[in-house]
């Protein structure tokens, strides 16, 4: 359940962080170059405030979703069964393994056979 609104606010703060880096000026452009005297009117907020503002708004968007996905980390529910795959099925105890040699070793080299002689000769 947690799991799920921290997912959810994650996606959320993942779009306004694509959003706000959208928008940021490149080379005088964008929200903060020429198109922030029409849109801002007379409100008082330059060229240079809003290059600030998207910065820090930025700034604070990447950190919380930093934040949360950490949190989302430890929130994830683990079903019941802690530890991992090799953790649950341990080692064997010794007696149960099977530590005997073969009873014949087969040679390191196959046995060369004779040769067989040809019947034209």
Known sequence: MLYGIIISIIVLISVLLIIVVL?????KE???GGLAA????????GARRTADLLSTTTAVLATVFLLLSLLANFAIDAGGTPGSAVQQQGLQPMEQQDFQAPAETQAPLPQQSEPVEDPEN
């Not at 928008?23 to 080379?27: D, F, H, K, M």
């Open 23 to 27: 928008l940021q000026p490149g080379q």
């Open 30 to 32: 964008g929200l903060s």
């Open 38 to 45: 029409g849109m801002m009117g007379s409100s008082g907020m």
